[in-house]
């Protein structure tokens, strides 16, 4: 198959896939019915149109591969992509020939047996811990004397007490907060999600936090079922939900109004932070990963390398003596 120069594999390749429409929504809406996310359901159309550009051939998807030619796939998107990149491009193909053998249209998948790309061996987190001293500052920067302050408190508490991803905060409705067994609750809809299902626990001496944002809430507009429980508050986009990048800002602002600089202190920081504590503090793996709401137990144990690594290194226990 000839291989076209990366340039033409721009996110955006609207024509290949033209005469394919049919066959890659139907595979589509079969991996939404599964669960898959919209985000999902967009990468992996936009990838399927990638491969279709590279084999210059839109009939490709009506006939059987073999998997020396999604391992030239592999290779030319090596090239051109991160080893993640690769991965999620390959998935995609993964996805659609196991659909297809699934709905008798093939007799098997040829990207089945084909390996995703190495990724770094690293199990460092490219984000540091916040300390102690500036998660104090960071709180004491939000102005709990003014409704932007009281909303960057509640959203600050969520992140670094609940762990809360940025997207989880921008899904989060208003009823999605509430009280069970005496204790104050969030389901949380986060990556990967199509409803919001998994639960956070918001720690007793946080619940002011968030009952002072409700109640300022409840003043800037009606709410139903699927209002957001957080809303921007500036005059072009009052009471309308926040974006990934408005909380991002909002976070961003807080760390500058506390002094906290670094290019390594992120959105991300804050749940790292929380995450950390927690284990320094005794949590089990299972119960982190259960507030950390981590697909993979090994992602949890992740964080409990690095915080031994540090507190309890093996090169302390060595003497010469």
């Known amino acids: 198959m000839s291989n076209p120069q990366t340039n033409n594999l721009a996110p955006s390749v609207p024509h290949p896939i033209a005469e394919a429409t049919d066959l890659i929504d139907a595979w589509l809406e079969f991996e939404r019915l599964n669960g898959a996310s919209i985000r999902t359901i967009e990468t992996y159309r936009e990838s399927i149109a990638v491969f279709i550009v590279w084999t210059e051939d839109t009939d490709v998807l009506g006939r059987q591969m073999a998997a020396s030619d999604i391992r030239a796939y592999k290779d030319f998107l090596s090239k051109a992509y991160s080893p993640a990149t690769v991965n999620i491009r390959l998935s995609a193909i993964r996805s659609f020939y196991r659909w297809m053998v699934t709905t008798d249209r093939l007799p098997f998948n040829p990207a089945k047996e084909v390996k995703g790309a190495k990724r770094s061996n690293s199990t460092q987190h490219k984000r540091d811990a916040l300390t102690a001293g500036e998660m104090l500052r960071i709180f004491a920067a939000c102005n709990a004397e003014t409704e ?105 602002g807080a760390y500058a109004a506390a002094g906290v600089v670094g290019s390594d202190k992120t959105t991300h920081s804050l749940r790292h932070t929380g995450i950390t504590r927690a284990i320094e503090a005794g949590a089990s793996p299972r119960q982190v990963q259960g507030m950390a709401r981590h697909g993979s137990y090994d992602t949890t144990l992740i964080y409990f390398h690095e915080a031994s690594r540090i507190e309890d290194p093996a090169e302390d226990l060595i003497r010469y003596d």
């Open 148 to 252: 932007t302050g009281i909303r960057d408190r509640a959203i600050v508490t969520l992140m670094a007490y609940c762990v809360l991803r940025t997207i989880e905060i921008v899904r989060a409705d208003i009823t999605h907060l509430k009280t069970q067994r005496g204790r104050m609750v969030l389901k949380v809809w986060g990556k990967g999600k199509l409803e919001a299902d998994d639960l956070v626990v918001v720690p007793r001496d946080q619940e002011d936090a968030l009952r002072d944002w409700v109640k300022a809430r409840m003043k800037i507009s009606p709410h139903s079922d699927r209002d957001p429980l957080f809303v921007s508050l500036s005059r072009s986009s009052y009471g309308t939900r926040l974006s990934e990048r408005g909380v991002r800002f909002i976070v961003k």
